[in-house]
């Protein structure tokens, strides 16, 4: 595997330069799952966007902050949301069964993670439809259409719930 450098530090860089300063660049460990590329993009401050529990025990062991980590996966289990919770991450929750078991765990964690719940906003398949997570229907997020009553509901009554994330997908 091979990465130029420089070339990565000038797209971080461009990134910075159209974002406000309070964004996070989370750059998907998926496409870099060395340390030293890990520990070499931390450097430059971005954060790092993680999908499994593999995934985020090497980010904290890359040296990245609670705070620089997402940790977004469709299959979290009780053991990997009280792992993350504890650890103060990100967290993107996926469903509202994933919602549900939160709540429970939040009664007895106190955590400083920021949450968020993914939302799918169904605005079309693109080309490839084996790679689309946006269509009418992804097996990924909550789909806006049919959800959008309960979703509301959520962020009325949950107050650590505060964040969306949306992804439409690759193309």
Known sequence: M????????NRIE?????FPDTTLHA???KANPLSNILEFLRSLGTGVEVASMGELKMALNAGYS????VFDSPVKTWQDLEFSLTAGVHLNIDSF???DRVAVLKQRIRSESTIGIRINPQVGTGTIAESSVAGEYSKFGIPIRSGKSDLLNAFNTYSWLT?????VGPQ
């Open 2 to 9: 091979f990465h130029d450098l420089d070339f990565l530090t």
């Open 14 to 18: 461009h990134l910075r330069s159209v």
């Open 27 to 29: 750059v998907a460990m």
């Open 66 to 69: 609670a705070d620089k980590i």
């Open 97 to 99: 069964a994933e919602l």
């Open 163 to 167: 964040g969306g994330h949306l992804h």
